[in-house]
């Protein structure tokens, strides 16, 4: 008989419990996976109880956020599957605005490319129906928190914490037509001074491939991308530590920038 396995079957409610706390008390909580054993559907269904949890406190779901759609940032985290997490109006900050970190663990900022869906997405689409269903592109940034140690993570783990979602901020929304979505340069500066530079190229060779892969993932969902809802296609580098006090920029050629300033 095997010793090998001190896991027990999840209950997904409770996880889910144990994971909004932490959000809640901004503490990091054990990765799930040293006591549970978890597929990856069994993550997602952890995952979307924790935002029944937040949608029973007043939010509402107002888009998705793509992960490890580039390499750069399936090599930081070490693991190699694209997934998903959802946004909440909660999580939306005002652009040009400021942001309290005081409900934060450990938060970091990434560069990211938004759409802004304009008719119903879900199931295996084309590029042209993808590029066809959107309202607009605009540059945008997402602040990640953890809730495990050091952002230490399995995949199962990362999904069922909502693929480390904390916040997001998005730029003006630009006519996806007028561009080129393929190799657009992006630069992350904090206080003037560049921090990461990279290319929307790196994001699965072109940002539209990971709307495309969304559409796939909310048809496994049972969902559909509704209009006036935000697809956040991953982050095209590494993400950073985001610090108390500072002022970041992260600008897209051809789609101005989106700002912060925390404190
Ligand atoms: C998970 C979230 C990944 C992205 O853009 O690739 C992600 C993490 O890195 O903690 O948002
Ligand atoms: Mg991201």
């Not at 997904?12 to 008390?25: C, F, P, Q, Y």
């Not at 959107?134 to 495990?148: F, H, K, N, P, T």
């Not at 559909?224 to 956040?232: A, Q, Y």
Request: aromatic share 4%.
């Amino acid at each position: 008989m095997s010793t090998e396995t001190s896991t027990v079957a999840a209950d997904v409610a409770a996880l889910a419990a144990t994971l909004d706390e932490a959000t809640l008390a901004h503490r990091t909580t054990d990765r799930l996976t040293d006591t549970t054993d978890l597929d990856l559907p069994t993550a997602y269904r952890v995952q979307r109880a924790v935002i029944e949890r937040r949608i029973a406190r007043g939010e509402a779901l107002v888009g998705v956020k793509m992960g490890f759609t580039s390499r750069a940032k399936m090599i930081q985290m070490g693991v190699d599957d694209v997934i998903w997490g959802l946004l909440t109006d909660a999580m939306l900050v005002e652009e040009g605005g400021v942001l309290d970190l005081a409900g934060h663990i450990h938060p970091r900022i990434e560069p990211e490319i938004a759409f802004l869906i304009g008719s119903p997405l879900s199931g295996t689409i084309t590029p042209v129906e993808a590029v066809r269903a959107i309202a607009g592109v605009a540059v945008a940034y997402e602040v990640l928190d953890s809730r495990y140690a050091n952002f230490d993570f399995t995949l199962p783990d990362v999904i069922a914490d909502n693929a480390s979602a904390s916040g997001f901020g998005v730029g003006t929304w630009h006519d996806p037509d007028t561009l080129d979505l393929g190799n657009l340069g992006l630069l992350v500066e904090i206080d003037g001074r560049p921090v990461a530079t990279g290319s929307s190229a790196a994001i699965l060779g072109n940002p539209l491939r990971s709307l495309i892969a969304a559409a796939r993932l909310a048809a496994e969902a049972g969902i559909e991308l509704r209009p006036g809802w935000v697809v956040l296609a991953g982050a095209a580098t590494a993400a950073m530590p985001l610090p108390k006090g500072a002022h970041v920029r992260v600008s897209a050629a051809g789609l101005g920038r989106a700002e912060v300033t925390t404190r």
